[in-house]
């Protein structure tokens, strides 16, 4: 015997595919809208409607964006030849929340991931080669995750620009501020260490 209606059941499936949602989540989530009134649920439906209708990739930095340029790109405040490399909008999202980057972005959309099928002509790694070539860019600062497809992609931009006469950096990863060292797990650790700065140029 079906207990869940079959409407119900599908919206379950639905919200089930969504990264971070088990069967659970989307049980409840489902169940708390058909509690909501059917205006709310009207407005949550055209608001995904329109997602794909009104927003789009920036044609410069390939964020999300109803505008192109984007709000960041177009910007004149901001420094056009300071390229930040990140893997998501999601990452170029919480770089912004810091408020301390004043450059443009450059989203590959992804990492390298060959077990995933996930190679450089699947990201937008292209597109950052002829970014460079043109020699609208001084600096390029990878900051891509600290992961092993995240380290794999930032060393294969940084062969792969090596030649190119631009400034090369790359994320500093380390201890969080306000840890404990003894706190840290061994990996952060090494990654602080490689990471240092100089305190002192030698005489």
Known sequence: MQVIPPALERLISDLNRLPGIGRK????????????PAAEARTLAQDL????????LCNQCF?????NPCAICGNANRNPRLVCVVEEPGDQ???????????????????????DGIGP???????????????KVDEVLIATSSTVPGEATASYLADMLQDAEIKLSRLACGIPMGMDIKYADEHTLAKAIESR??????L
């Not at 409607?49 to 789009?56: C, F, N, P, R, S």
């Not at 964020?63 to 505008?67: A, C, G, H, V, Y």
């Not at 919480?94 to 991931?113: D, P």
């Not at 700065?197 to 030698?202: E, I």
């Open 93 to 115: 999202i919480a770089i912004e929340k810091t408020g301390a980057f004043r450059g443009v972005y450059h989203i590959l959309h992804g990492v390298i991931a060959p077990m």
């Open 63 to 67: 964020t999300f964006s109803e505008t």
């Open 25 to 36: 989540t989307a049980t409840r989530l489902a169940l708390f809208m058909l509690r909501r």
């Open 49 to 56: 409607l329109l997602l794909h209708e009104t927003i789009h």
């Open 197 to 202: 700065q100089s305190l002192k140029d030698p």
């Open 121 to 135: 002509d699947e990201l937008k790694i292209r597109e950052l080669r002829q970014r460079v070539a043109s020699g």
